[in-house]
T-cell receptor, first 115, second 115 residues
Framework: AQSVTQPDIHITVSEGASLELRCNYSYGATPYLFWYVQSPGQGLQLLLKYFSGDTLVQGIKGFEAEFKRSQSSFNLRKPSVHWSDAAEYFCAVGSPGAGSYQLTFGKGTKLSVIP | DGGITQSPKYLFRKEGQNVTLSCEQNLNHDAMYWYRQDPGQGLRLIYYSQIVNDFQKGDIAEGYSVSREKKESFPLTVTSAQKNPTAFYLC??????????????FGPGTRLTVL
């Protein structure tokens, strides 16, 4: 069965510093990978997605992610963090279900930003 | 504006009562989903529907019921059989073309509290 692991429950960075959030997946076939962001008490917003092709994917809000098949990873990066980036981030893998494709989510990484 | 609406934002229920959460989308999406989110647990799939008048159980369907009488609406009923219903509930939708590139978009969520 597919699974997603986000090893870091909580990360704190200073504003202006670089950021990398880790995501490891377990899936037997070619993975389809997503990163979502959630502000407190809100729904999830799609940051970026990887289906095929270039392994470096650009998303919204200056985020990017790199798919590394050899490491089963899809880490999210941002070169300079802004205070508004403080939120919870979820990695997900698309996987087949009964007549559809579903998402399996990691448990999330909460990002705090120090001014 | 196209999007997904969930109502109410906050909902309080007494033990033993059934309660229905609303989810409406005007994106013309065929597929709709309900997730439950608990702190530190990520998102878990309750039910999903690929087409009107059809729906499938997800990973944690016990104590929940759904209907899909209209393409734009997918209400979730939390029944008295659900032993621990206090949680944040998220509705999502997607085109539903059954390919792994199908991307889910989320509503703002409903926080249910059992008193």
């Amino acid at each position: 069965a597919q699974s997603v692991t986000q090893p870091d429950i909580h990360i704190t960075v200073s504003e202006g510093a670089s950021l990398e959030l880790r995501c490891n997946y377990s899936y037997g076939a070619t993975p389809y990978l997503f990163w979502y962001v959630q502000s407190p008490g809100q729904g999830l917003q799609l940051l970026l997605k990887y289906f095929s092709g270039d392994t470096l994917v650009q998303g919204i809000k200056g985020f990017e992610a790199e798919f590394k098949r050899s490491q089963s990873s899809f880490n999210l990066r941002k070169p300079s963090v802004h205070w508004s980036d403080a939120a919870e981030y979820f990695c997900a893998v698309g996987s087949p279900g009964a007549g559809s494709y579903q998402l399996t989510f990691g448990k999330g990484t909460k990002l705090s930003v120090i001014p | 504006d196209g999007g997904i609406t969930q109502s109410p934002k906050y909902l309080f229920r007494k033990e033993g009562q059934n309660v229905t959460l609303s989810c409406e989308q005007n994106l013309n999406h065929d597929a709709m989903y309900w997730y439950r989110q608990d702190p530190g647990q990520g998102l878990r799939l309750i039910y999903y529907s690929q087409i009107v008048n059809d729906f499938q159980k997800g990973d944690i369907a016990e104590g929940y019921s759904v209907s899909r009488e209209k393409k734009e609406s997918f209400p979730l009923t939390v029944t008295s059989a659900q032993k621990n219903p206090t949680a944040f509930y998220l509705c999502a939708s997607s085109i539903g073309d059954r390919r792994m590139t199908d991307t889910q978009y989320f509503g703002p969520g409903t926080r249910l509290t059992v008193l």
